[in-house]
C-alpha cells in the first residue's frame, strides 16, 4: 500500500524555522516527482515547491529564497522542506505529493500524504 505520512509540523513564531518531513513508501518514488503543497483556512490548495528526478528543484515565488526541498531515495523515500523566516502568511496545512509524471505534479499528482498543519504565532 502506498503511502505518504508527512511531519515536522507545529506551533512556531514568526521568523523562526522549521523542516517538514515526508516518508513515502510502498513503492518505489526513485524517478517520481515529489513536491510540496499547501492550504491556508479559507484558501485553495496552492503549490509550493517541487522535486523532479534527477534533483531539479522549482518553487513558488511566494517562498523562494526561504524554502528549500530535497529528496533521498532509500527502502522508503523522504522528501523535507526547510522552511526559513516563517510569517503568518505560512501557516496552513502542508502537504506532500508525489507524481509519476512531473509535468502532473502540480495539477494531478498520484499520491498525497494527509497534511501537517503549521501554525505561525506572533
Known amino acids: 500500500q502506498v503511502q505518504l505520512v508527512e511531519s515536522g509540523g507545529g506551533l512556531v513564531q514568526a521568523g523562526d524555522s522549521l523542516r517538514l518531513s515526508c516518508a513515502a513508501s510502498g513503492r518505489s518514488f526513485t524517478g517520481y516527482a515529489m513536491g510540496w503543497f499547501r492550504q491556508a483556512p479559507g484558501k485553495e490548495r496552492e503549490w509550493i515547491a517541487s522535486i523532479w528526478n534527477g534533483g531539479y528543484t522549482f518553487y513558488a515565488d511566494s517562498v523562494k529564497g526561504r524554502v528549500i526541498i530535497s529528496k533521498y531515495n532509500a527502502n522508503t523515500t523522504m522528501m523535507y522542506l526547510q522552511m526559513n523566516s516563517l510569517t503568518h502568511e505560512d501557516a496552513a496545512v502542508y502537504y506532500c505529493?508525489?507524481?509519476?509524471?512531473?509535468?502532473?505534479?502540480?495539477?494531478?499528482?498520484?499520491?498525497w500524504g494527509q497534511g501537517t498543519q503549521v501554525t505561525v504565532s506572533s
Open positions: 505529493a508525489a507524481s509519476s509524471a512531473a509535468m502532473r505534479l502540480t495539477r494531478s499528482p498520484d499520491y
